[in-house]
């Protein structure tokens, strides 16, 4: 088992260097790095703590022992884009992109659905709460370029429009 | 039965709470963790570590099937499933009964009577608890019905939710339609449950709530919490005791709780929350928690308890080791949750890496937190950095209080909403005490 600090542990530290005219103190251990710090702009003391146990990770028998991390998908983005007129839809945030309001319900748009500058057209997952995207342009929706529940960073194209004049 | 060892099926910093439980009562600890999760805090604190799954919830800490299959691989004997994800999930239950492992929680029927908030309501009422008017929805279509019988404005609450999740007010029908398919979609993916029901949307009360703990037979509260500044249902500053109720209103909560309890036979540790209306001194039952709760820590500052020690205990079989009579609330106590999440934005989520994280130290100061400099804010689960819990002798005591560990704490790489709680905490009306729910709308209004 570590050898863990707990809070009665920093509170007894602190309690000593109160009495001392120290002003920081400095101490680790293999486990953990502690720094406490007398305030400057306002009374009382400050912590700063690193973890430096390395994490003891055991696989699942049954998973692959690498563990892969989510990539976003289908980004051809970066390839550039030749077709003239047509606008990116960029998520508002990182997340996880649904292209329908529930699981198993029909998206919000496919490629040749018009669409309104306020037309909802996904759902960025971000912390847990469902974003909206919008197409922002008045338009039809010509390329939908990351696939539903899809990992994506704010710079992914979620998809193209078309713009049109109205 | 003796626990020996844990599989905490959780993150954050409920994860490293638990294991600090542990440590204190000999149990080893194994966290069962995604992807997203490994090098997290709670992992280099646990004695072992298990990979449950992809980053996303659904694959990972909401799997049934993977959690069960790490706490039986690493032979873990019991399973403390924290809050939010799996923990009112009554199929974990059974499946951990099944597999001869301890749930530490409640017994499946509770969880299925209170996780499911349409029974909860049912329960409640046949408590004798007077319940906010409201009505379960089968069809979309038969959604506008329900709501013009309930009575607008309307919430919509998700059946399988808690903790704020899932719920969503709705002022005009032509909104009801798209207000509940955005709320099911949010269910599916927080609780895999995407029914909703319908409420009458009360628009301002304080939101009291009772901490109980009950071991299937005896049941005792510990006092109240009031959690009234919320955004969009999400608690932000909690406190215990409850200020400004009067002592009849305060008794009669206290007894509506433990009437709850006793009427479900509850066994464990469980929130029951009210709606309280100051004017007219009425109280509604809202719903129950049947876990811990992220603002469990207020009711430990004032009880002196370590309330996961007690549903470790109630959860090896023992009896309740407290009585009403051995609880008594002294001082008050204060926590303010810190967000990864810029307040001057309209409270858009800020995932990143956290290059620096300096907390305040010192008496009546503890800090509940899973984030360290260099540690990582996935965009996969919810915003929560680190919980600040200020005690003192008095409200007024814990108020200053707060506000110098406030100024004292200092988080860089990620937006926070830390400057906002100082704002708050200089409020005259929030230095009153005793606000409601419509008081933080105003506040940022203002």
């Given at each position: 088992m570590?050898?863990?600090?707990t809070?009665d ?8 260097l ?6 920081e103190?400095h ?26 146990s ?13 563990v ?24 508002p945030?990182i997340?996880?992109f649904?292209?329908s ?6 998206p ?9 500058a306020?037309?909802?057209?996904g ?6 709460l ?8 008045h ?7 990351v ?8 710079d ?11 | ?9 959780n ?6 709470r ?5 440590r ?7 966290l ?28 990972s ?7 069960l ?8 004997d ?5 809050y ?19 749930f ?47 009575g607008?404005?309307?919430l ?23 207000t509940?398919?955005m ?13 909703i029901y319908?409420e ?19 049941v005792?509260?510990?006092g ?9 249902y ?23 709780a ?24 009425e109280f ?49 106590a204060?926590e ?11 409270f ?26 260099g540690?990582s804010v ?46 708050l905490?200089?409020?005259p ?18």
């Amino acid at each position: 088992m570590n050898m863990a600090l707990t809070n009665d542990d920093v509170h007894e530290i602190v309690r000593i260097l109160d009495a001392s005219h120290y002003d920081e103190f400095h101490i680790e251990t293999r486990h953990f790095k502690l720094s406490l710090r007398r305030s400057g702009t306002a009374a009382g003391w400050t912590q700063e703590t690193r973890t430096l146990s390395s994490p003891n990770v055991e696989l699942h028998k049954d998973k692959p022992a690498q563990v892969s991390r989510t990539e976003p998908e289908d980004s051809d983005a970066d390839q550039g884009d030749d077709r003239v007129g047509l606008t990116d839809i960029h998520p508002p945030l990182i997340g996880t992109f649904y292209r329908s309001p529930k699981p198993g319900a029909p998206p919000f748009v496919e490629v040749g659905s018009r669409v309104e500058a306020d037309t909802v057209v996904g759902i960025i997952e971000t912390m847990k709460l469902m974003n909206p995207v919008t197409a922002r342009v008045h338009g039809v929706v010509a390329e939908i370029c990351v696939s539903d529940g899809g990992f994506v960073e704010t710079d992914s194209v979620l998809m193209r429009l078309c713009q049109e004049t109205s | 039965m003796k626990i020996k060892r844990i599989l905490i099926a959780n993150r954050g910093e409920i994860a490293v709470r638990v294991i600090r439980t542990c440590r204190e009562l000999g149990i080893e600890t194994v966290l069962a963790a995604s992807e997203a999760d490994l090098k997290s805090v709670p992992a280099r604190l646990a004695d072992q570590t298990i990979c449950v799954g992809p980053a996303r919830s659904a694959l990972s800490y909401l799997n049934v099937d993977a959690i069960l299959a790490a706490a039986l691989e690493s032979g873990a004997d019991a399973i403390h499933p924290g809050y939010g994800f799996l923990s009112e999930n009554a199929k974990l239950a059974i499946g951990c009964r099944n597999a001869g492992i301890v749930f530490i929680g409640p017994t499946e029927a509770q969880l299925d009577g209170i996780g499911d908030k349409l029974k909860a309501r049912s329960h409640a009422i046949a408590a004798g608890l007077p319940v906010v008017p409201g009505g379960s929805v089968d069809a979309l279509e038969s959604a506008l019905e329900v709501a013009t019988r309930v009575g607008w404005p309307i919430l919509v609450k998700a059946v399988g939710g808690g903790g704020g999740r899932g719920m969503k007010p709705v002022f005009e029908p032509s909104k009801l339609q798209e207000t509940i398919e955005m709320a099911m979609a949010e269910a599916s993916a927080a609780f895999g449950d995407a029914r909703i029901y319908l409420e009458r949307f009360v628009t301002s009360g304080r939101h009291v709530e009772v901490q109980i703990l009950g071991d299937g037979e005896h049941v005792i509260h510990l006092g109240t919490r009031d959690c009234s500044v919320q955004r969009r249902y999400q608690k932000l500053v909690e406190e215990a005791p409850a200020p400004n109720l009067a002592d009849d209103l305060r008794a009669a909560i206290h007894k509506a709780a433990v009437d709850f309890g006793h009427h479900m036979e509850y066994r464990g540790l469980g929130t029951v929350e009210f709606l309280v209306d100051c004017l007219s001194s009425e109280f509604y039952f809202l719903e129950m928690n049947a876990r811990i709760q992220v603002e469990h820590p207020v009711t430990e500052a004032v009880t002196g308890l370590d309330l996961v020690a007690e549903q470790i205990s109630v959860a090896e079989g023992w009896p309740l080791r407290l009585c009403q009579n051995d609880i008594t609330i002294s001082g008050h106590a204060m926590e303010c949750r810190i967000n990864a999440e810029d307040w001057t934005q309209d409270f858009r989520p800020s995932p990143g890496t956290v290059t620096s994280a300096i907390y305040p130290v010192g008496t009546g100061i503890r800090v509940d937190t899973h984030i360290e400099g260099g540690g990582s804010v996935p965009p996969f689960y919810d915003s929560l950095l680190a919980k600040i819990i200020v005690s003192g002798g008095d409200r007024a005591q814990a108020v200053a209080g707060m506000k110098a560990a406030l100024a004292n704490c200092h988080i860089d790489g990620v937006a926070t909403n830390l400057a906002m709680h100082s704002a708050l905490f200089e409020h005259p009306e929030f230095a009153q005490g005793g606000i409601d729910t419509s008081f933080f709308p105003r506040f940022m209004q203002s």
